[in-house]
């Protein structure tokens, strides 16, 4: 999977790894746990899918310069491989 040398970070149950709207110049691994992306629609906050082990997300901001499109939050303790763009940090 991915090398030693990439950040991993712990996000507890509850804490938002990105917002909607936030710069992105990063993707994620889930290597443990869950995380949920969801996106305001209207005023409310649905959540379009979750991300399990081995899953990637995040990984328009490699692709693009937009902002994010949706938010993701851990809905289990997740650990997560940090993914940098070309020459970025997150």
């Known amino acids: ?11 507890r149950v509850g804490r938002e790894v990105f917002a ?3 710069h ?3 993707a ?3 290597e443990v746990g ?4 969801s996106k305001d629609i209207e005023g409310r906050e649905v959540v379009l899918g979750t991300i399990g082990p081995n899953g990637l997300f995040g990984e328009m901001a ?3 310069d937009a ?5 993701a939050t851990a809905i289990t303790d997740a650990v997560c491989v940090m993914l ?5 940090q997150e």
């Not at 999977?1 to 996000?11: H, I, P, T, V, W």
């Not at 869950?34 to 992306?37: L, T």
């Not at 902002?67 to 938010?71: E, G, L, T």
């Open 1 to 11: 999977m991915a090398g030693d040398s990439l950040e991993r970070k712990l996000y």
């Open 84 to 88: 940098p763009g070309p020459g970025r």
């Open 62 to 64: 490699l692709l693009d």
């Open 34 to 37: 869950r995380i949920a992306i």
């Open 28 to 30: 994620y691994i889930v």
């Open 20 to 22: 909607e709207g936030d």
């Open 67 to 71: 902002p994010r499109m949706a938010s």
């Open 24 to 26: 992105g110049n990063c």
